[in-house]
């Protein structure tokens, strides 16, 4: 049931805020026309206040509640179960590394089990007014180095400057894969492949825009994680041309990856968008100088491209499909193709490997 069926929920804000990242920090939660509180520490990170602002705002209210958050961290650990693998792996992440902020985590999921709040993002400095004011009131922590609280909407006394603070965004370089420092093709950062469904007709379909709106979430919320994450794409109408506006749409870096030169030969529209793609990359890299003679030497390209990018990326997006209608119980070449990248770089990347399927 969409978020927008359930008013029983109360509407809560949330927000974090951090001078450095690590540094001093500010948290804040607010009920429109109502109750608000604000806390400070001395020396933390960002991550860290926006989950404290959830926690503090569901132990500190009865449940269930909406809470509305422009932190991905927050949101998407929620509404994409990541807590789910952490608590399987024994509050491992997919690296076998312990997850960070265990210590704020921990509690605010078992209150989360307990309730079922829900959590709902919002795109944060977007002029939405609740936004904006948690946001000032997290802010306002760290300039007076104190929290404050009200049972009334908050006062001018109460609230800071917009949130301006340098790095409140900022997120340290992840470390890269060893192979990336061993081959001088592969970009800097932290890099994920788009991968999966090749379609012609995907895009300009409902279910593309859909696609294309999750893939843009989650790439996002691997920004938040990962400040230097680059998005890796073949450009290839379908899953991989996606994925590249996805990225731009979340203002995150992509580089074309081709088997070989000029990949794309059918119409002269798909040569147009895939040539945009190209544009609009950080850069083009061209893994093989010749173009193949036949198809079967294009489809072994292929699978080397899909071998480099499973050597140098952190994670994958795969797209996969869904088919409905008469011909469901027969896959189709492309849905086949893409069932197998997907177990390939399953195998490869473990659980950093997010499956979104789309109906066709």
């Known amino acids: 049931m969409p978020v927008s069926d359930l008013p029983e929920k109360v509407e809560i804000f949330t927000d974090g805020a951090c001078k450095g990242n690590p540094g001093p920090g500010g948290w804040a939660w607010a009920i ?3 109750r608000w509180r604000s806390g ?24 269930p509640l909406l809470i509305v958050s422009d932190s991905t961290y ?23 590394e312990p997850v960070a902020n265990r210590d704020l985590w921990e509690p605010l999921i078992d209150r989360y089990l307990e309730r079922g709040d829900v959590f709902e993002w919002v795109k944060g400095h ?26 009334r909407p908050p006062g001018p006394d ?3 400057s917009p949130d301006t603070l ?22 800097e950062g932290h890099l994920w492949a788009v991968i999966g469904l090749r379609s012609t007709t995907l895009l300009d379909s409902p279910s593309g825009g ?27 109408p379908g899953a991989e041309q996606i994925g590249a506006l996805a990225a731009a749409d979340a203002s995150v870096p992509y580089v074309v990856i081709l088997p070989y030169p000029d990949p794309v030969s059918s119409t002269a529209a798909e040569w147009k968008e895939f ?39 952190s994670g994958a997006l795969v797209v996969t499909a869904e088919q409905v209608g008469a011909g469901a119980s027969r896959k189709s070449n492309a849905v086949a193709a893409a069932d197998d990248q997907l177990a390939r770089f399953t195998k490869a990347l473990d659980e950093d490997v997010w499956e979104l399927p789309v109906s066709i």
């Open 40 to 63: 400070y520490e001395p020396a933390t990170t960002n991550q860290r206040m926006e989950i404290t602002a959830a926690y503090s705002a569901v132990n500190d209210n009865p449940g």
């Open 210 to 236: 859909e696609l294309r709106r999750k893939m843009a979430s989650i790439i996002a919320a691997q920004q938040e994680l990962h400040g230097d994450v680059v998005v890796l794409s073949g450009a290839r």
């Open 166 to 187: 340098s790095a409140r965004t900022t997120t340290a370089p992840s470390a890269s894969p060893p192979s990336v420092a061993r081959d001088r093709r592969a970009p």
């Open 158 to 160: 109460d609230i800071g």
């Open 32 to 34: 429109e026309g109502a």
């Open 126 to 151: 977007s002029g939405h007014e609740m936004n904006d004011l948690v946001d000032r009131l997290a802010v306002a922590a760290v300039e007076s180095k104190s929290g404050h609280s009200g049972d």
């Open 74 to 96: 927050v949101v998407n650990c929620f509404r994409d179960r990541w807590w789910q693998g952490w608590i399987k792996r024994g509050w491992k992440n997919s690296k076998k």
């Open 275 to 313: 040539k945009e793609i190209c544009d609009g990359a950080q850069s083009v890299v061209t893994l093989e100088a010749k173009q193949p003679s036949d198809a079967g030497a294009k489809s072994a390209a292929l699978a080397r491209r899909d071998g480099w990018l499973r050597s140098v990326c």
